[in-house]
């Protein structure tokens, strides 16, 4: 359905697809996971990268058919990094995750990431855009060949639009694992990689593909 | 056939069928045992091989309780009688022996109904049997008293050894504090792609604006003493339920209906 | 079918075949057989046993004994196959089975074989002899066992009796430094530079054994370790990459495009320790590499000069003259022992060294990206081109980010700078040694990279040290920037003789300066100097300076004239005091009125004095009191 409204404007880019794996670890067992993660990663001899981000997403409602259905709407994430300040905002939308077949060992879902200067929140306010949640977000990142890897702990913002340290609330007790790929679609070597990556770090985390319509 | 069943007979019938079937499972086991050896021997491994093994062997140790038990009439009484010879090609026979018998003729009969065994196997048996006439019958309970002893002693000891073992590593497969949890999986996932439990509840634009401005103002000063944690998020991993739950007190009393 | 052909009919001959010969001599006929009877008789003949599995495909015709026909099988490549006792116990066992299975049926349908229940006596419990025999199998399966711990007993006092020779520490060590991993029953190793970056296609897996395997029967083992390593063979033998840098008449010398192996190089010896070879094969490997991707450059880059490539060799033109040669040299020892005649090798190790360090970071680039910030972004971008989206770059920028140089490019660059450093030092140092007077002396600067350096040069001359003339050059990658003691700057391009002639003009001026200096001091007058003066006759080249001066009563006036090919001439004019009756009324001092007029050319070299200036110092000394 969301895919439907933006169907037209992306017919003229490259359509993109995110190759995703997802698991989580105790906040305890992280370090564990991330000695693990540096040896079998591509930036093994320079220390751990690590990320601060603050994403918000906004939904635009369309408002002659909200009574009818919830899911006729659109989001976009708006992302920029917190460490790094004069890096770019990165605006995306993701799709609907489609589970796929027992053939296929990832979930798969179109993804178009554009980096953008800073006031694209205000142009999203302008739309009619309303941010919907925002949260922090801090870990390490790590890649294999074009395997991302992000092990993260997500932030809640006690106060709105504060995120210094003081207005930070982890959520749960866990840091998020997920293994990604960005690429054009179709590529089914990937998702073997993938799956082969995900084997070895097992029984620490289970990288598997959720079922996102789980979700209530 | 026959109506006048007797209940000797019927005993029998059914002890037939169980060994028929026992002794097809066994056939196939060692069937599939060749099958594998001509066909697949590039990939057979040692743990494999053994498994095969081990499916002749309780084949066959199943066979030999069947034929103790109570319910099989001693078939050490019973004689093979054929009734009938037929040059003739009998479809059903042929389809009862899997197509190795297809007439049951004088030429089958003799081979079938063979009661002498392998020269090999009666080999074996001579040597032994001459080995067992030089003792003496005293001799011979002695040792097997003996034999009967050791092997009892030896059960023991591997029977606890292996109860040992199996407990170790059950023990050790238990060591392994669990490192993950679905369900914080399932919560972070929610939290990131659908906003669950990060959703501000006044954010939605639905509310009146003067609670809203009503809160901000009291949240503040609930959270005055938050900066005495500064580096809760940081390092102190082992508190953080606490901070969730002084969290949502803190949310409670910032609701402005619930104060005096 | 076609009409006139002739049938044949394919039907057995019609004859009874006789089944039976009873004992009164009365025979038994069987019916013939009919066409489809026929067929099928046939057909049993035909061996369908070797395409189909065991069971459904075991033709049995009538009266066959199962056994019989196992006979008829051909064994199972009994060679190369190490199943074959086990399995033809297992066909003889499955035989016997099936009758068992065959007899029970047929004696269930109770249409051809009944079972008659008759009294028998209990059989005779032979209790020795069931011990006897459960005695022997319990001692067969001891001894599997025994045999069995026994091995594992002296695994175990080799791994503790001596450390050192230990396979497994070895393998231990190994690990620590190679990748390794286990593919059935070998153990593989990995010494390509893959997982260091490396995208070339050539694999580098290596087979690690255990040399205890490999030293059979009778062969004494004194080896060294008990872990061997098989390296594939296009990575044995020592390998290294020659670069030469060489001045050749033609633009173009083919000739030189051959195989040059230098015999200096040894192989590594068969026994030599794993960890040696499996460096050297590590090398040999990335100098393939090294090779192939300039190969690759060379032959897409497109030059002003085209670079060739002939077998092992790139040759490329860095200047006029000067070449540059990249060679393959891969000594597998295999090669015949020829053209080992003395070759001189004028190979250069920096350049080498840098092209090793330039594919090091060709690799460490494929690796290491910039990391994303946000953690979202896309993977494998630079941070520049992240942000060319928000800061609209236009397309020439970005166009300019993209292009990047190759190895070629860059060796080349580099070799050109070496090789305008080596001529810049060359031309100062014979200009030093050929020209005394005045004194020439460089000062490089340690501080340099390998695509620019710097050097100082200082003009002196004895004795006189307080005035001094300064340049300072710059050599960058095919042009020599110069900053002259006035602060001027000018370019020179690679040539040897624009450098000469600079330094050259340099000393005339470093005179002409010098003399100024010591009028100065003994008060003569400067009446003119010019530093590049047209005067004089045409020289080859370079241009004159010249200075006039006077002596301090102006009855005195001397003409220095200096020029880098006809050298120092030094004139002398004395004013006749008789002639200043004459004097018009522009002229203000006598000495000017006598500028023109004959000079007399003084012989330098009968003056006294050390040098130049020392010479002309006593002069004007001289002169001044006269």
Redesign the interface.
Known sequence: MEAAALAPSLKNIAPQQEYLL????????RD??LHRLRGLC??AE?NF?A?S?Y?A?YVLRNSSTAQQSQNQHVTFRV???L??S?????I?Y?GQ?ELGDRSRHTLVRACL??????NVRDFLTEMGF??????V???H?F?KG?M?V?V?????L???NKTD??N???????H?VELSV?APLGQEQIGEDMKNFAEQLK????LEK?D?R??? | MQPPQTNEEKQLDLALDDLIQRVRELKQGVSSFIYKLENDYQNISWPNMMEHFGVLSSGLSSIKRLLKTEKMPLLRNYVLFPILLSPDRDPHLEKLTEGRVSAFNHEVVPDYLRTKPEPEVEEKVQMLSSKAASITPEVAQKQLTMLNKITSNILDIINASSDDWDKDSASLRNALPPTTSQQETAMLIAAVTKGVRLRRQDSQGQMSPAPQMGSMPTQQHQQQPLPQKPQMPGSGIGRVPSAVKTNIKAAVTSHPYQRP | MAAPSVNISVEAAIEHQIQEVRYDGQEIYLAPLSMSENLSKLAHKIDFYKDESEEKGKPTSEGEKDTDEEKVLAPFQPSLWPWDSVRNKLKNSLTEISVLYDVLNIVKEKHYMVTDPVSQDPPELKASLQMLAKKKSLVAAAQLLSTGAERLKRVQVEMTSNTQDNFLMELLKLRRNWRLKKVHNTILGELSYKSAGSRFWQGGTFEVLKTSDLAADGEVASRKSSLDVSIPSELEGVAYIQVEVKTVSDLMDLTSATLKMPAGLGTVSADAYWQQKLEVAQNVLFCKELFAQLAREAVQVKGTTPHMVVGNQILTNVFPGIQLSIVLCHYTGKEKKVNLAPHKLEHNHVLEHSLHQLLREVHDRNLNYSPPHPANAMLGMSKRRRLAGPRAMSRSELVEMVQSESLLEQILKQTKHAVLRIRTMHVIDQLAVSIQDPQICAHWSCLNSSLESSVRITITSYCYENCKTLLVLLIGIDTIKVVMKDGRVCTLLFENSELRDLIQWQICQHHAQSIQSLAKMQGWQVLSAIINSGHGDMEAYGTTTDVMLASPKGNVILAFHSNPVSGNKLAIKKLDPSLDAHISPAVTASKWASLAGDFQEINLNQLEGRNLVGKIDMLMARLTSS
């Open positions: 997802q698991g989580s670890i105790l906040d305890t067992h564990v996971l591509d930036n320079r990268e990320f981000d994403e997403v992302r920029h990094a460490d790094h004069d890096a770019p905002d990165h995306r993701l995750a990431d554009v980096a953008c200067s800073s309303r941010i919907d949640h925002d949260y977000v801090k870990g990142f890649h074009r991302k992000t993260y702990k997500i932030f809640r006690i106060q709105p340290p003081h930070l609330e982890p959520l749960g007790q866990s998020l960005v029984p620490l985390v289970l959720f996102h789980k979700i209530q």
